[in-house]
């Protein structure tokens, strides 16, 4: 049994777009990629820790606890063993509140990287490999969301290839999700329905061939 942890934000715990409300697991993402390597024959474990509002390593000013960094090393030893840690985190970092670039989430990124291959794992457990995921770029912020969002679709230009160039430079894993949905056509950030599915399916077979046909 491989397990696979997801540490990411509201885009990937599946808030459905203009409400509050929460998406099933088998409609979220990471659950349509669990279901898709258990039909494929894989014996894997999704493991979500997805909060709504996550930065990669910088606080919201409003509410507490949203520093991705806080706390990431006992998560990944909680956890553990883990054959992949999956990262999609950044969208926040370009909230009104923070004067962020494609680069400041970059920095944040490494910093998760970096925590989570010195986490305090048990002796002999693998340290997982990691895929960092670039979330679609946010377009036109819609509904309750637009002020908190204001400028976002500015801000997040070059995530993808930040990352990118961040991931060739630290070895590790790297998807854009941008090549295969949008962000929501509903509010413009998040994902809608029919995103989740292709993103969960096009996700499940870059996982596969990482964990296990290597």
Not at 47 to 66: A, F, S, W
């Amino acid at each position: 049994m491989k397990q696979i942890l997801i540490y990411s934000d509201s885009l990937s715990w599946g808030i459905i777009p203009m409400t509050r409300k929460r998406f099933g697991f088998n409609q979220r993402w990471p659950g349509v990629m669990e279901n898709q390597l258990l039909s494929l024959g894989y014996k894997v474990r999704v493991i979500e820790d997805c909060l709504n509002g996550r930065r990669t390593m910088y606080e919201d000013p409003v509410k507490p606890g949203r520093n991705g960094l806080i706390g990431l090393p006992e998560r990944i030893e909680v956890n553990s063993p883990l054959a992949m840690v999956i990262i999609m985190l950044g969208t926040n970092d370009f909230q009104f509140n923070h004067e962020h670039d494609a680069s400041h989430a970059a920095q944040g990124m490494q910093a998760l990287i970096n925590a989570i291959r010195s986490a305090p794992i048990e002796p002999g457990m693998p340290v997982p490999e990691i895929l960092v995921v670039a979330a679609p770029p946010v377009t036109s912020p819609k509904g309750d969301i637009a002020a908190k969002f204001s400028g976002a679709e500015k801000k997040c230009v070059g995530l993808a290839d930040a990352y990118r160039a961040l991931c060739q430079r630290m070895n590790c894993h790297f998807f854009d999700a941008g090549l295969v949905t949008t962000s929501s056509l509903v509010d413009g950030v998040h994902l809608d329905l029919e995103q989740h599915e292709v993103l969960g399916k096009a996700l499940s077979a870059y996982v596969a061939d990482i964990v296990f046909e290597h």
